[in-house]
């Protein structure tokens, strides 16, 4: 697995428990992704028509919400279109997820890169690896890219979109934590975007004119507030110097936010600024081309694929590949669709899948499948599809789809092969 976000841990941890041999590699110093950007983000699009998605997004909240105290739980988001969202403890959850990972035997890589896969024919025979102590190659059956930005992938010769394909990719964001606020007087607010005073804040010139909305929620301990308002557009997330740029012009933006709210916004006289991100969260690069190519049409018709593998009911959450935010339903109340297995399968190569945000999709159905818990469930997916292929001698395209969504559907998965979305199944 070459990535430890969401999407690589719910993959290893799937390959795991089938009894493979499994090597998570990821560049950074630890695993959870966006997590691991933005302390506080919750897990939002995990209860399309309110109901759990299952599967180990499922089994993880349990985990942090049975420890003494509880350290995770779930609360209606106060953004439009939104149900509801899980908010939890950051050091917990990463805490738990690498005991999930241990528990099934991964082997973890922190603080290694995958530099690029050594192609066989149509198959990836081997994967250059550097870490502290150099260069190495390891020789995989099975590869699955959950890298973010789909680097393996592309340089296998997958086709992709870069952003909508025109160039325009998602904002970027640089979110911090508002500590010692007093909840009652921050969210006595009518408006849940803060319109007003970031009206106000712009128009002499104390905050940037791209805050003209705040997004300011409860964080998950008493009188912190998390704010995900900061976006800086026009950053390519494939190109370092992008990503430096952006993170600096984003802590400037962040100590101006945090001065502004404590002068001007009633609840944060006494609150101050922590847990600002180390860099940006990136939330659109390569959109790879898969067997099936997801489009906003099937997901607005509600469709639930044959091989439909995690439910979701999101909206088109579009952060400024415009000008502005969206968080228009793309469903209708009530009413889900499903991911179909096929948009993580390249066309031509024989042991390579891909899970979360490169997953193969349209403009529009990207900016609605792309939460947290539907890549953990993509990953849940692609590493018991490994199992399988391995199990079978079969290639990637070859797996069994019906035998893959019955599987999944015993780890716990709702609201997949023809099963309703409620609460038993």
Known sequence: MVGGGTAGFGAAVAAGRAGLNVHLYEAGPKIGGVMAFCPGMPWGAAFPCGISIGGLMAELTDRLMGMAPPMAEVRPCALENFGPEIQYDH???TIAMFDMLEEARVSTHVGTTVIRP?????????????DR????????RIVIDCSGDGDVSARAGVPFTLGD???????????????????SKVFAERD???????????AEGRLHPDLRQLYLMKGFHENTVFCNSVAIRGVDGTRAEDVARATQEGRRRCRQLAEFLRADVPGFERARMTQLGPTVGVRETRRLEGVHRVTGAELAAATKFEDGIVACDNPI??????DDMTHDAIVGQGSYYTIPFRSLVPKQ??????????????????????????????????????ALAIRDGSTVQAVDMRELVASLQTQGVRGIGGASLTANG
Request: charged share 20%; glycine share 12%; net charge negative.
């Open 317 to 322: 959450d579009d952060v400024m590949r415009g």
């Open 133 to 140: 102590r150099g260069p190495c190659v390891v020789t995989p």
């Open 118 to 130: 050594l192609m066989d024919g149509a198959r990836i025979g081997g994967l250059e690896v550097f």
């Open 349 to 386: 190569i024989e042991n390579l899948m891909f899970a979360g945000r490169i997953i193969s999709a349209d403009a529009t159905a990207f900016a609605s499948v792309r939460g947290m818990p539907q890549c953990m469930t993509m990953g849940q997916a692609t590493g018991t599809a490994a």
């Open 165 to 183: 394909g025109r160039g325009n990719m998602m904002a970027v964001t640089l979110s911090f934590v508002m500590e010692d606020a007093d909840w």
């Open 91 to 93: 050091d917990a959850a």
């Open 192 to 202: 849940p975007y803060f319109r007003e005073h970031a009206a106000r804040g712009i």
